[in-house]
């Protein structure tokens, strides 16, 4: 297994930490757990994420494909185009790429599938959701990669040390957004880049009144989020909408709400 220790940081002091993951300066103690960097401090991210084996039962898969089920043929074609123009972002990194909010690894397993030369690292706040893609993306994938449970807000990686950062659509599910792109600005090496898929929504439509009061509203509308990341220091700041579609009815996801229009996009910034 590769060793990231060089890489991280104590969430809570941002010092650096040992083989053992104790912060030197702190004394702050993180842990393995199946192979996943764990380095979420309660203190900062107000819960304290507790392992839970259970979580790697076929289950979870099936509720990946019941999700799946939902989504309407006009936003899966739409959702075709927009993986079809990241990919070719993809093969043109290299170093170190973070994908952010990894989740159950749909932009992670794209990074797995390049042939480009780079070191993929799959992060999300919830270390029992990213045990079960580190193991499902294991079986089928030799390319090596790190596994970092980290709160976007609260990133465990040193300044200046990452060269790319992705995601799918992980911006809009964190809340108070502006702090994620800040700590993702730290991260970063100069001339690094963000390039991320990103979907918005129209700013007077029912899916922006619903993230209003979720507090990803700045996530969800284009203008916002080019601010914010101008704001964090980011520049040539682009958002290039590659598809739409109207989202369906879906009872497992909270947003877009179903009737609106969802707006696919590539983004671009550089630190």
């Not at 300066?25 to 996943?36: A, D, M, N, S």
């Not at 994938?141 to 040390?161: C, P, R, T």
């Amino acid at each position: 297994m590769i060793s990231a220790y060089k890489l991280l940081c104590c969430p809570l002091c941002k010092s650096a930490v040992t083989e053992e993951l104790k912060c030197l300066i702190c004394g702050e103690k993180y842990t393995l757990i199946g192979g996943v960097y764990v380095l979420i401090n309660p203190k900062l991210s107000g819960k304290e994420y507790k392992w839970n084996e259970s979580i790697l039962s076929q289950e979870r898969e099936k509720l990946h494909q019941q999700y799946r089920s939902f989504i309407n043929e006009e936003t899966r074609k739409a959702q075709k185009v927009w993986q079809g123009d990241m990919k070719e972002y993809i093969d043109t990194f290299h170093g170190y790429v973070i994908d952010i909010a990894t989740g159950l690894g749909e932009m992670f397993e794209n990074l797995l599938k390049s042939k480009a030369t780079f070191l993929p690292i799959a992060m999300d706040v919830d270390p029992n959701v990213l045990v079960w893609t580190k193991k499902k993306m294991e079986e089928k994938y030799s390319k090596e990669f790190i596994a970092v449970a980290s709160d976007a807000k609260h990133l465990a990686f040193k300044n200046n040390v990452l060269d790319y950062a992705t995601s799918m659509a992980g911006f809009n599910n964190i809340p108070d957004t502006a702090l994620a792109l800040k700590e993702l600005y730290r991260t970063l090496k100069y001339g690094g880049k963000l390039i991320a898929m990103h979907s918005f929504v129209e700013e007077d439509s029912n899916s922006a009144k619903l993230a209003r009061q979720y507090n990803l509203e700045r996530a969800f509308i284009e203008k916002y989020l080019i601010s914010d990341l101008t704001e964090a220091g980011f520049k040539d700041v682009k958002t290039n909408i590659v598809a739409s579609a109207i989202w369906a009815e879906n009872p497992m996801d909270l947003l877009p709400v179903a009737g609106d229009t969802q707006y696919f996009a590539i983004i671009e910034a550089e630190k």
